[in-house]
């Protein structure tokens, strides 16, 4: 038997990186998935977006893991989009226990010169999109009157921020007032809310030029490699970034028995990075 078998999570942003890592820890755990992603490019991120090709590879990775999905191509800047998502989910599932709105981009400039296209699109994505997924699926949460857990994607920059990605930081900074606020409003439901806030992961999000320049502004085209040694120096441990499992088993602890009574808390999973910066 797994930890959540009969439980339903809804996760935006689930085609690959932290959003796919999250949705097969909780199905391997017998979580049913609600979710959508873009799969389209951003116009502001120095990466890649995800593809339809990735999401239906999600879907293939949680249906060999016995689970049900479904899964629809949505822009979390849209409200009509989630929930038209969350809706599909929820007549073929009957329910849902878990709510993780993991889309997010990262992008960025000195706060004086980023264009106020790019500002919007970040904060649309990682700040509304988060509310758009909260209001969408809440009041099912709770109508069902049985508790539930929502559990908000921060970062270390929701806790202190950095030079460069001021659009990243002020919408991870929202994140964090945002789920204190529900955390209160939902309490006497019984539902937790809580935010992970982790330290460097190895996705697209962090492994690209622009984010790797920040880190090496010697160097006129740094790589991976060039820049391995200086992430690892902003860690306590000798890391210079963590998988996505470490934030998705963060989470399960959040969304399961084990963290019962934990609500309104910002857990840092970050190797000592706040503490030595």
Same mark, same amino acid.
């Given at each position: 038997?797994?930890?959540?078998?009969?439980?339903?999570?809804?996760?935006?942003?689930?085609a =690959?990186?932290?959003?796919?890592s999250h949705?097969?820890?909780?199905?391997?755990?017998?979580?049913?998935?609600?979710g959508?992603?873009?799969c /389209? !490019? $951003? /116009?502001?991120t120095a990466y890649?977006?995800a593809?339809?090709?990735?999401l239906d590879?999600?879907?293939?990775?949680?249906?060999?893991?016995?689970?049900?999905? &479904?899964?629809?191509?949505a822009?979390v800047r849209?409200?009509?989009? &989630?929930k038209?998502a969350?809706?599909?989910?929820?007549?073929?599932?009957?329910? %849902?226990?878990?709510?993780?709105?993991?889309a997010?981009?990262?992008?960025?400039?000195?706060? *004086?010169?980023?264009?106020?296209?790019? *500002? =919007?699109?970040?904060?649309?994505?990682n700040?509304?999109? &988060?509310?758009h997924? $909260?209001?969408?699926?809440?009041?099912?949460?709770? !109508?069902?009157?049985?508790?539930?857990?929502? %559990?908000?994607?921060?970062?270390? !920059?929701?806790?202190?921020g950095?030079?460069?990605?001021?659009a990243?930081?002020?919408?991870?900074?929202?994140?964090?007032?945002? #789920? +204190?606020?529900?955390?209160r409003e939902? /309490?006497?439901?019984?539902?937790?809310?809580?935010? %992970?806030n982790? +330290?460097c992961?190895?996705?697209? #999000?962090i492994?690209?030029?622009? %984010? *790797?320049?920040?880190?090496?502004?010697?160097?006129?085209?740094?790589?991976?490699?060039?820049?391995?040694?200086?992430?690892?120096?902003?860690?306590i441990?000798?890391?210079? *970034? #963590?998988?996505?499992?470490?934030?998705?088993?963060?989470i399960?602890?959040?969304?399961?028995?084990?963290?019962?009574?934990?609500t309104?808390?910002?857990?840092?999973?970050d190797?000592?990075?706040i503490?030595k910066?």
């Amino acid at each position: 038997m797994g930890q959540l078998d009969g439980k339903v999570a809804f996760i935006t942003g689930l085609a =690959r990186g932290q959003g796919r890592s999250h949705a097969l820890t909780l199905a391997r755990e017998g979580a049913d998935i609600i979710g959508l992603d873009l799969c /389209g !490019e $951003i /116009g502001s991120t120095a990466y890649e977006g995800a593809t339809a090709d990735d999401l239906d590879e999600t879907v293939r990775l949680i249906k060999d893991l016995g689970r049900q999905a &479904v899964v629809t191509q949505a822009d979390v800047r849209d409200y009509d989009q &989630v929930k038209a998502a969350f809706d599909a989910g929820l007549e073929q599932l009957g329910r %849902v226990d878990i709510v993780i709105p993991n889309a997010g981009i990262c992008a960025g400039a000195p706060i *004086w010169e980023n264009t106020v296209e790019a *500002w =919007r699109e970040t904060i649309d994505i990682n700040l509304t999109g &988060v509310f758009h997924t $909260i209001k969408a699926a809440t009041p099912t949460l709770i !109508e069902q009157n049985e508790g539930g857990s929502i %559990v908000f994607i921060g970062s270390t !920059e929701a806790l202190k921020g950095a030079a460069g990605i001021g659009a990243y930081s002020a919408s991870k900074h929202g994140v964090t007032g945002l #789920m +204190t606020s529900l955390a209160r409003e939902l /309490g006497p439901y019984n539902i937790r809310v809580n935010s %992970v806030n982790p +330290t460097c992961v190895d996705t697209h #999000m962090i492994q690209n030029e622009f %984010v *790797w320049k920040l880190f090496r502004p010697d160097l006129e085209k740094p790589t991976r490699e060039d820049v391995s040694d200086t992430f690892a120096s902003t860690h306590i441990l000798p890391v210079p *970034w #963590m998988e996505p499992q470490d934030v998705s088993n963060a989470i399960l602890y959040l969304v399961t028995d084990s963290g019962r009574y934990v609500t309104a808390t910002t857990l840092t999973i970050d190797a000592g990075f706040i503490v030595k910066s």
